[in-house]
Structures are given as C-alpha cells and as structure tokens.
C-alpha cells in the first residue's frame, strides 16, 4: 500500500485553504492528533462519528486508531480529499456531504458511537446542548470535542467558580464531563484568538424521577439573575419557594451556589 500523502500536500492538491465563514482552523501535528483519537478510549474496531472533518487531520488519527469513522463535513471542497483518505482504509471511513445540525446522527449507527469533532465553538455548542438534551440513554457512547477553552471550562464547572451556569448543569446532571486536555492557539492553521480545550463527557444513569424540562425552567430562572437570591429569581417558577423549604435550601442564596445535586433535588420535588 502506498503511504498517506503529507495533510499539507492534500490541502495544496486540492486548494482547501481555510474558510473563516466556515470556522475553519486546521489541526496538522500528528502526535497531538493522536492523543485527541485516543481521548475517547479504546477506539480499535469501534464506531466513531466524526462531525466537521475538514481536510481529514483527525480522520486519519482516528483511523490509523483503528475505528471505522463516520464523517459529516458541510464544505463540499473537503469530499474528495476525505474520499481519497478512505481509499487507504478500505470500507472503514463513510463520508456524508452535509450540515451536522440537520443530520439524523442516530440513524447513522446499529451500535453507540464515539462522537469526535473539531468544530466551530458556535456548531459544536448548538450540537453538545442538543445531545444532551434528547432522550437518555444517548445514541453515543462518548464526545469528544474540542471547544474554546472558556466553554470547556463553562461545561465542568463546579458550583462556586465563575463559569458555573446553566450549561454546567446541563452537562453534569446525567453524565460526567471532564478537560482531556488543553490546545494551544498555534496549534491550529490559521490560529484562532483564543485558547481550546479538548472536553471528554460520558454518560451517566438518569437521577430518577427528574424531568429535563423542570430542571430546565429552574437553571434558566435562576441563573437568569444570578447576583439575586434566590427567593427572588425562582419566585416565576411554581412551587420552588415551598421546595427550597422542604429541602432545607437556604433561599437566600445565589444561583452560583447551588450543586448540581441541588438542582436536581429541586426538580424533583417540583416533579
Ligand atoms: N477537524 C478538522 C481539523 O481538526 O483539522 C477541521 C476543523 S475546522 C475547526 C471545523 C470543520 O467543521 C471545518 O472543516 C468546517 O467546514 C466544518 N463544519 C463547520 N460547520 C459545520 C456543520 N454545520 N456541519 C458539518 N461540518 C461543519
């Protein structure tokens, strides 16, 4: 078998310069590329759903890992440079034309993939809060995405810091995310403003009894004014003075305070 051509030489060979509407930053360094693949675990021989793989940096990580990927790329120029990669890994890379936020993703697997992606901070949030909202258990095993670094940071943070909010709960309530690890601006052609974090989330069993929607509700009214106390940002939401009460949650606190096991008690006393 021929070896796989340099990333650089395929850019050039098929004009793939970044497109900044496109949210494009490029990751080349093999090595780093290879520890975001093994982020998800052991990946040989098993399903991954790659959204947004752009010239293939990742795909080829991922392959070489040994899985089978499923990729979803919205920039048709990326499609045949994705295509001339799966011809070096016979039946084990499956590229799809087309928009991640519109695609059926479950209907794309028998078993639960791994979710990685490298994908614009404003596609790969829309998609985490998607996923973490639908039916549970997930259509996946894991995700693996990177994200700017304050987000990474908004999605693990614990009650108390600065970027503990509604995302936080959102993520932490049924799985258990975490930052694999840190990626430095100039690790990406062309380099973006800020700082990335690779985060890792697994998911975790229901707290029974606990609706999304009612947790929903409560964070948003909460958080919504979060310097207030709260006996005054959860007075909209119906039955939340009287199950701070029961609880023994002091209503003079704030938002910020409040755990994530806090929330979710609350929700469901609220039922
Ligand atoms: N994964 C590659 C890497 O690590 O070098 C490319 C990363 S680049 C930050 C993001 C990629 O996502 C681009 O190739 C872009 O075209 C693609 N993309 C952007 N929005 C998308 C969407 N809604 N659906 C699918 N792909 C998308």
Redesign the pocket.
């Known amino acids: 078998m021929t070896s796989l051509p340099p990333l650089r030489d395929v850019i050039s060979k098929y004009g793939l310069s970044?497109?900044k509407a496109?949210?494009?930053?490029?990751?080349?360094d093999h090595q780093l590329?290879a520890r975001i693949a093994k982020v998800p675990g052991q990946i040989d021989g098993a399903e991954v759903f790659?959204?947004?793989?752009?010239?293939?940096?990742?795909?080829r990580a991922l392959l070489q890992g040994g899985a089978s990927v499923t990729a979803?790329?919205?920039?048709r120029r990326?499609i045949p440079a994705l295509e001339e990669l799966g011809s070096f890994f016979p039946g084990k890379l499956k590229v799809i034309e087309?928009?991640?936020?519109?695609?059926d993703a479950p209907a794309l697997f028998q078993g639960k993939p791994h979710v990685v992606?490298?994908?614009?901070y404003n596609?790969g949030t829309a998609l985490l809060v998607g996923w973490l909202s639908a039916a549970w258990e997930p259509w996946w095993a894991s995700l693996t995405l990177?994200f700017q670094k304050e987000v990474a940071e908004r999605i693990v943070a614990e009650a108390g810091s600065e970027h503990y909010g509604r995302l936080a709960v959102l993520s932490q309530w049924r799985s258990t995310p975490k930052i694999a690890m840190n990626v430095h601006r100039s690790a990406?052609t062309p380099p973006p403003k800020v700082m990335s974090a690779v985060v890792h989330i697994v998911p975790a069993d229901a707290p029974e009894g606990v609706r999304l929607k009612t947790l929903e509700n409560l964070t948003a009214a909460a958080f919504g004014q979060r310097r207030k106390m709260l006996r005054q940002s959860l007075k909209g939401v119906p039955g939340a003075i009287e199950a701070m009460e029961t609880l023994g949650i002091d209503s003079a606190r704030r938002a910020e305070t409040v755990s994530v096991a806090e929330f979710v008690a609350l929700a469901r006393t609220l039922g």
């Open positions: 970044a497109s496109l949210g494009q930053n490029f990751l080349f590329l790659e959204v947004g793989p752009g010239p293939g940096g990742l795909t979803v790329e919205r920039d990326c087309g928009d991640a936020l519109e695609v992606a490298n994908l614009p596609v990177m990406f």
